[in-house]
């Protein structure tokens, strides 16, 4: 006993250590969990005090209360899985969620097949298949919640497809892990009859428990408080349906999810709130934490050979490339666009906690042996690892943050405008082409916005005392008198306009103040405007630099000249521009750069817009991509806003032919 209390201290201080660590590296606390259990196990330990704190006879009592554990946490999450998480996305969510879990489950068995001979007998060969498959599919529903809410994209829509993706990839998994489990016990002496009752337990559960469990909801009402009795009736039948599961050869971890599914929602919420607050605690922080380290104590790298890498390196590439690639193209089917595709993947692709639990059942029944074993620990490890820096690769915070206030706007009923700010040089009146060029650019989306962004400096003369403000209150009048006309001309066309204009005593200093306090959508400015480099470094918009004097829209009854682009690879957003400017300006679109020019123009040309590929004409307005150097020639340079998403040309020539304000 004494030794077993040893233990409990310190399996509990490494989890707690090692997971507190974990989590300052940004990963889930799991991974520490694991990774402490793989230290006081064989692989670093074990031949020094590891055999000695952990031997075979300490080993069944910490999986008993390791089992425990799992058992309460297992109803923990058939009790907060919500849902209505399907309802909404549900052909998206289950197109994805069988793309996620076909593509790895087929490779996953192929793998199977082909290492079988090396650490299953002929019996065990189907089973150990169809658990390879399951393995592969797995997705941690638990580990990917935590991972959206440490970074708030549990209020997103993309948040939102993954956590019902994962949901619906779940009960999957687990109907898979039933069936191979049931496969497996099948020979055993009593299992032949018993697995038969796992459909019966099902419908019975559902159809007649489930509304013995609403009657707890007026019981907790009438007493006020989650009583001890209620409590214990909670855990009775949770304990009750693990315990049939098992006795039926289909594992205990079925049971106790289908009891904490079972329970009831409508009203509940008090009730079931109460519930977690007292199973949470006893699970999470004592019981929970010694399920993963004892999982790590049975993982031994030390056994491991350069044959053991060769297979470890075909199960990495099966379930992150199955996974990735599943999601990927299931994703892109229902036209969910390239960025939120990759990164959907890479969350469905963390594995962690759930894949641990299937990992014991199959270490438990006899279809994996301890190096294989050890080799999905190690895969588990590393696919949750890498989900949160991939995902914060592909998908930066800035644009979950944009995502997040576009949610909250839509909860309040209120549409963002798409807004352009141009940055208005002196003198003012003399700008009329330069917000023209503005307002087409906004007349492209709707609602849309424009405003005119001014800094006067203040006279270079010292006021002298009684003069007064006068002249530079008249100068200020004035300009701003200019600015309205300019503002003015905008409204006439469709577009709404205001104007944002203030005397500065350093206009190159606080130009980039006046760019990020608009919060543009697109920056339309000037060439040589004070400030201009550190407006456009600064700026995480899309920017359109324009060259003085901006190239005019050709007069009605004159004949149009063409707009160019000079389109290479990654200019996507100079070509956007052109675009938008051809069509609303009602001019050909000409694109030069090779082969990728060409093959634009071709995709243009069929989606009916007159673009061809070929030489510049003299009298066409040029659009460049902004590499740092202005081209010969150009007159607008376009610089792509900071991660920017490849154009959907057929979605942007459809926009701008919606009816909408024109010229």
């Known amino acids: 006993m004494d030794l077993l209390l040893l233990d409990l201290v310190i399996v509990l201080a490494a989890a707690r250590l090692f997971g507190a660590l974990a989590r300052w590296l940004g990963q889930p606390p799991v991974i520490g969990e694991i990774v402490a259990g793989i230290l006081l196990g064989p692989t670093l330990l074990g031949p020094l005090i590891g055999d000695e704190l952990f031997g075979s006879e300490m080993r069944p009592p ?28 549900g052909r998206i969510a289950m197109t994805v969620a069988l793309g996620s879990t076909v593509v790895p489950f087929v490779l996953g068995c192929v793998l199977a097949l082909a290492i079988a001979g090396e650490h299953v007998g002929g019996d065990k060969t189907l089973p150990f298949v169809l658990f390879m498959g399951a393995a592969m599919a797995a997705t941690a529903f638990p580990v990917l919640a935590r991972v959206l809410t440490d970074r708030g994209m549990q209020r997103i829509t993309l948040g939102g497809l993954a956590l019902a993706s994962a949901a619906v990839i779940d009960v ?21 009859w018993k697995v038969l009752l796992a459909l019966p337990y099902a419908l019975v559960m559902f159809l007649v428990v489930k509304p013995l469990l609403a009657r707890l909801v007026p019981a907790y009402e009438k007493a006020g408080r989650l009583t001890p009795g209620l409590l214990s009736l909670v855990l009775l039948g949770l304990i009750g349906s693990a315990w049939a599961t098992e006795w039926m050869h289909v594992h205990f ?18 009730l079931n709130h109460e519930i977690l607050e007292r199973l949470e605690q006893l699970a999470v922080l004592l ?54 595709s990759w990164a959907l ?84 009146a003399e700008q009329a082409p330069l917000v023209g060029l503005a307002t087409t650019l906004a007349l492209s989306r ?55 204009s203030r005397f500065s005593a350093d206009v190159a200093g606080e130009s980039p103040e006046l760019a990020a306090g608009a919060r543009a959508d697109l920056l339309v400015l000037p060439a040589g405007v004070p400030g201009y480099a550190a407006v456009r470094d600064g700026a995480l918009c899309r920017v359109v630099t324009v060259s003085l004097p901006v190239p005019e829209q050709s007069e009605p009854g004159s004949e149009p000249g063409p707009v160019a682009v000079r389109y290479g690879s990654g200019d996507d957003a100079a070509a956007h521009v052109a675009l938008i400017l051809a069509m609303l300006w ?24 007159a673009a061809a590929a070929g030489a510049i004409p003299g009298n066409a307005l040029v659009v460049a991509a902004d590499t740092g150097t202005a081209p010969e020639g150009a007159h607008l340079l376009v610089r792509a806003e900071q991660d920017p998403d490849p154009v959907d040309w057929a979605e942007a020539v459809s926009a701008l032919r919606a009816p909408a304000p024109r010229l």
């Open 62 to 89: 910490l999986q008993a209360l390791a089992n425990v554990g799992l058992v309460l946490f297992m109803f923990v999450v058939g009790l907060e899985l919500d849902q209505k998480l399907v309802r909404g996305k």
């Open 172 to 192: 999957l998994a687990w109907t898979v892990l039933a069936v191979v489990v049931g496969i497996a016990g099948a020979g055993e002496s009593e299992g032949q």
């Open 253 to 270: 971890i079925f049971g106790a999810f289908v009891f904490g599914a079972v329970m009831p929602r409508e009203g509940a919420e008090r």
């Open 287 to 340: 019981l929970l934490p010694m399920f993963f380290v004892v999982a790590g104590l049975n993982v031994n790298l030390r056994e491991l050979d350069l044959s053991s890498l060769g297979t470890l390196s075909a199960i990495l590439v099966v379930a992150i490339g199955g996974k990735l690639l599943g999601s990927y193209a299931a994703a892109r089917t229902q036209r969910l666009p390239n960025r939120q």
């Open 345 to 428: 993947a890479s969350l469905l692709n963390t594995r962690g906690l759930t894949e641990i639990v299937i990992l014991t059942v199959g270490l438990q029944k006899g279809v994996l042996d301890d190096e294989l074993y050890s080799l999905m620990v190690v895969m588990a490890l590393v696919t949750t690892a890498m989900t949160g820096p991939l995902v914060r690769r592909i998908y930066p915070d800035r644009r979950v943050a944009r995502d997040i206030a576009e949610a909250e706007r839509a909860a309040l009923g209120v549409t963002a405008a798409h807004r352009i700010l141009v940055i208005v040089p002196d003198p003012p």
């Open 446 to 500: 709707s609602p849309s916005e424009v405003v005119l962004g001014h800094l006067r400096p203040y006279p270079a003369g010292r006021l002298e005392v009684g003069s007064g403000l006068s002249s530079e209150l008249a100068e200020l009048a004035e300009t701003l008198h200019d600015l309205e006309a300019l503002a003015g001309g905008a409204r006439e066309r469709g577009s709404e306009t205001r104007v944002v």
């Open 586 to 609: 009602n001019r050909p679109l000409v694109v030069t750069g090779g082969n990728r020019a060409s093959a634009l123009a071709q995709r243009l040309s069929k989606l009916g817009v």
